[in-house]
């Protein structure tokens, strides 16, 4: 509690010394200053201007706005996985960006009850954009209080690659729907020197791999509620944990997953290092032609007993989102001027013909030059859906809870210790 509270009084409101801390911190200060007083220019903070998929078709379709809109300047700055924390800089020292493109995950759950971005709920029905979204998405975007935190934008499946070149190669002749196949499959793999599942068991990737198998046993809201509280204390709970470490200790996971990250994962796949792994959008649409050409997408493998009929799949509505800022709030018709043209049907099309992503957004348009990735919007009800626990773990347990996957991943950690090391990521944030 004294974490959110502390963070509730600097970003909301900020000091002198807050502020004269924060600036040598801030890269561009400079140009944050001179946006923040330009009524000409909107400073849009973004992930999408590097390597990021969708970056390219962002910049082009910024050129484009430039070119409807010849008095109005859209200036970026980028960041990576860094973005929260050098947005919530800028904030203290009130030169924060207008608008910022970024997930709802983590240190971001908290930004619109601290302040730091607004409730955009009016704006989206006064700009008369409501109908363009998705309702799961404004469902997922939408706090307890009933506030929006942002206008949503990107989406994401995040289903299973199985290379099933690699797999009949293997003597596997069909992409495995049970545990027990499952295990089958990773045993004849590794006679041939193939990984079975690569997975990136030191960060994020192998936590929502990690959650998706102990949702095995467990009801979406039994799942909220272990993900809410930290308490995996329930039947369904340790049952999915005990069927985590069956998995685990019968080899179905890479060697040494507990030391992999996302990188890995995706370059052994794409690499044919391994046959299989859970992949979200952005990853599948990176896989070269060779192995896509034999890619089969599904879901993740179930146990006798499973709270669901069907191999799971993740999939979230949250992946991008444009939050305004209270210095945004300044700058409302350029604002509205800038998200009226990025949900255009035709813009919008651009992403996924051009990028392979998934959107959030009411669209026909199929990805069909990233044909993994539309498969798997094409999956419907031939799979399940298991809960991504993103929106319910408190932003202070995000971290603890990836140091605490890397030790389930480690072979030979015991179901008990498996369930102590997450629960103890509660207690320590």
Request: glycine share 8%; proline share 6%.
């Amino acid at each position: 509690m004294r974490s959110s509270l502390s963070r509730r009084g600097f970003l909301a409101a900020g000091s002198g010394l807050a502020t004269a801390a924060a600036l040598p911190a801030l890269s561009g200060c400079s140009t944050l200053a001179s946006a923040d007083s330009d009524p000409g220019t909107l400073l849009v903070h973004t992930q999408l201007g590097t390597t990021a998929p969708g970056s390219a078709t962002y910049t082009a379709v910024v050129k484009a706005f430039h070119k409807e809109n010849p008095g109005l300047r859209v200036k970026n700055l980028v960041n990576g996985d860094d973005l929260p924390q050098v947005y919530e800089t800028s904030r203290l020292a009130r030169k924060e960006p207008d608008v910022v493109m970024v997930n709802l995950y983590d240190k971001t759950l908290a930004w619109t009850d601290v302040g730091a971005t607004v409730d955009v709920k009016a704006y989206l029905d006064d700009w008369g954009l409501r109908e363009r979204v998705l309702p799961a998405a404004l469902e997922e975007w939408t706090d307890s209080k009933g506030r929006l935190r942002a206008f949503p934008y990107f989406a994401t499946n995040w289903p299973v690659a199985y290379n099933t070149a690699l797999l009949e190669r293997a003597g596997v002749d069909s992409v495995p729907t049970t545990g027990d196949q499952l295990i089958g499959a990773a045993r004849k793999l590794r006679a041939k020197g193939v990984a079975p599942v690569t997975v990136g068991g030191n960060d994020w990737t192998g936590q929502k791999l990690l959650a998706q198998i102990i949702q095995t046993f467990l009801t979406p809201d039994e799942a909220r509620k272990v993900y809410t509280t930290g308490d995996f204390s329930s039947k369904g709970a340790r049952e999915g944990i005990d069927y985590f470490v069956q998995l685990r200790d019968a080899g179905v996971f890479a060697d040494k997953a507990e030391g992999l990250t996302s990188d890995t994962m995706t370059t052994q796949y794409n690499t044919e290092a391994a046959a299989i792994q859970s992949a979200m959008s952005s990853a599948l649409a990176k896989v070269p032609a060779g192995p896509a050409g034999h890619t089969e997408i599904g879901g993740w493998p179930l146990a006798p007993g499973a709270s669901h009929g069907k191999p799971t799949i993740l999939r979230s509505y949250t992946l991008i989102g444009f939050w305004i800022s209270p210095n945004g709030v300044k700058k409302l018709p350029s604002v509205e001027k800038f998200l009226r043209f990025m949900y255009r049907p035709d813009v919008v099309s651009r992403f996924i013909t051009e990028s392979g992503r998934d959107m959030a957004l009411v669209t026909d348009t199929v990805s069909k030059e990233f044909p993994l990735v539309a498969k798997a919007q094409q999956l419907g009800d031939r799979v399940g859906q298991v809960l991504l626990p993103d929106l319910y773990v408190p932003p202070t347990a995000t971290q603890p809870l990836i140091t605490a996957t890397s030790t389930a991943f480690t072979r030979g950690t015991s179901a008990a210790a498996v369930r102590s090391a997450l629960e103890s990521a509660y207690r320590t944030a």
